[in-house]
Nanobody
Framework: QVQLAESGGGSVQVGGSLRLSCAAS????????MAWFRQAPGKEREGIAG????????YYAASVKGRFTISQDSSKNTLYLQMNNLNLEDTAIYYC?????????????????????WGQGTQVTVSS
């Protein structure tokens, strides 16, 4: 069973940066679609960045493109989200998700995909 554990959240001022990590265990397949989602109070969950761990595919929502970078360290089974130039609207709980059944052609639509494995989330708070 895949287990995901996020870390790296915290409080930061507008314009600051944070790097989130998602440590994965129990990975049985060679490649997965992995993604970062977030949910702000009173809002629906939003898919913000996705990656095909087999190489060659990174995807971003318009709200974070150019500011956030998704990456992976396969040797550590860890997914990262580098977040720069944070603004107040980035305040949310951030979750990582993984699913080997979402194959690469569909990983680009990660925001609308039904991931089977989720972490517990990490809070990011941006203040002025």
């Amino acid at each position: 069973q895949v287990q995901l554990a996020e870390s790296g959240g915290g409080s930061v001022q507008v314009g600051g940066s944070l790097r989130l990590s998602c440590a994965a265990s129990g990975l049985r397949y060679e490649s997965y679609c992995m993604a970062w989602f977030r949910q702000a109070p009173g809002k629906e969950r939003e898919g913000i960045a996705g990656i095909w761990t087999g190489g060659g595919g990174k995807y971003y929502a318009a709200s974070v493109k150019g500011r956030f970078t998704i990456s992976q360290d396969s040797s550590k089974n860890t997914l990262y989200l580098q977040m720069n130039n944070l603004n107040l609207e980035d305040t949310a709980i951030y979750y990582c998700a993984a699913d080997a059944g979402i194959v690469r052609p569909y990983c680009g639509d990660f925001g609308n995909s039904d991931f089977r494995n989720w972490g517990q989330g990490t809070q990011v708070t941006v203040s002025s």
